[in-house]
């Protein structure tokens, strides 16, 4: 059975770091394309960020690009979110997944999710 656990999340003021560890088990994590996706009240899903399997190459959305990095331990089947400089937008539920592939880094090439790690950033 496939389990995906998101954890680090927090409240945190503006300007302030987190990060954001998911552990996956059940599957071969070094297989997987992963990525971060968000969620914030009231608003769609969007993703975050993602790497390849091996981690040799990263994507951000433009809303994080140069505060957020993305990178994963396969020896540890662990993803990592780092956020720096946060912002009050940044909040949301955050969520781990794994993809089965990603061409347009949309929801539904994502296979395995987690339940989510909420993040507070307060003005």
């Known amino acids: 059975q496939v389990q995906v656990m998101e954890s680090g999340g927090g409240l945190v003021q503006a300007g302030g770091s987190l990060r954001l560890s998911c552990t996956a088990s059940g599957l071969a994590f070094e297989r997987y394309p992963m990525g971060w996706f968000r969620q914030a009240p009231g608003k769609e899903r969007e993703g975050v960020s993602w790497?390849?399997?091996?981690?040799?190459?990263?994507y951000y959305a433009d809303s994080v690009k140069g505060r957020f990095t993305i990178s994963r331990d396969n020896a540890k089947s662990t993803l990592y979110l780092q956020m720096n400089s946060l912002k009050p937008e940044d909040t949301a539920m955050y969520y781990c997944a794994a993809a089965s592939y990603i061409v347009h880094f949309s929801e539904k090439e994502f296979r395995y999710w987690g339940q989510g790690t909420q993040v507070t950033v307060s003005s």
């Open positions: 790497i390849t399997h091996s981690g040799s190459a990263t």
